[in-house]
């Protein structure tokens, strides 16, 4: 299977605290991407960080790559209620249009 | 922004019927996919399409069927529907070729009795 893997598949943290969640993938990759699924909804595009960075910021979301190590993290700041969520990572790569998606981290967020 | 529509949120049919689940987008993407997900797995690429009357096959065709006779329309048919089809099915599209951000729609639960 060509799928990603995340871990941990679940993550329980309180308002405030930082969330990390990582992926790993199998391929080459031209760029990295991450996702949120809110409970039985779609998935929302959150950051996508290419080959040749390193590191991104949004907000409170900071993406890391590491392409020698095939692995990206997210982390999430100050954590929220709110940001209780499913998160996907996905990795493309070079001459498809397909995206491969990770297995998710589940994520709650007590107030 | 863009909008990705799914026909219906939640959905029951009976094994051996033959299910349509519907995907529109109005931003003019290229790029159109229909996933399937299940607890554990993740999202697993059925179809897509990068064009008009074009689809190409994903990881787990088998039992699906798609259809887009406009650009804005994707369909993904289920010839005869088996309990194993019992899923989440999320559309998705693209502004253009390559692995790009994708748009998602809210999802249709479709369970198979």
């Known amino acids: 299977s060509q799928q990603g893997e995340e871990d941990p598949q679940a993550l329980s943290i309180q308002e405030g605290e930082n969330a990390t969640m990582n992926c790993s993938y199998k391929?080459?990759?031209?760029?990295l991407q991450w996702y949120r699924q809110n409970s039985g909804r779609g998935l929302v595009h959150l950051i996508l960080i290419r080959s040749n960075e390193r590191e991104k910021h949004s907000g409170r979301l900071r993406v890391t790559l590491d392409t020698s190590k095939k692995s990206s993290s997210l982390l999430i700041t100050a954590s929220r209620a709110a940001d209780t969520a499913s998160y996907f990572c996905?990795?493309?790569?070079?001459?498809?249009?397909?995206?491969?998606f990770g297995t998710g981290t589940r994520l709650q967020v007590f107030p | 922004d863009v909008k990705v529509t799914q026909s219906s949120r939640y959905l029951v049919k009976r094994t051996g019927e033959k299910v349509f689940l519907e995907c529109v987008q109005d931003?003019?993407?290229?790029?159109m996919f229909w996933y399937r997900q299940d607890p554990g797995l993740g999202l697993r690429l059925i179809y897509f399409s990068y064009d008009v009357k074009m689809k190409e096959k994903g990881d787990i065709p088998e039992g699906y069927s798609v259809s887009r006779e406009k650009k804005e329309r994707f369909s993904l048919i289920l010839e005869s529907a088996s309990t194993n089809q019992t899923s989440m099915y999320l559309c998705a599209s693209t502004l253009d070729r390559g692995s790009n951000e994708q748009f998602f729609g809210p999802g249709t639960r479709l369970t198979v009795l």
């Open positions: 931003m003019d993407h290229e790029n």
């Open positions: 996905a990795s493309g790569s070079y001459n498809t249009d397909k995206l491969i």
């Open positions: 391929t080459s990759i031209n760029n």
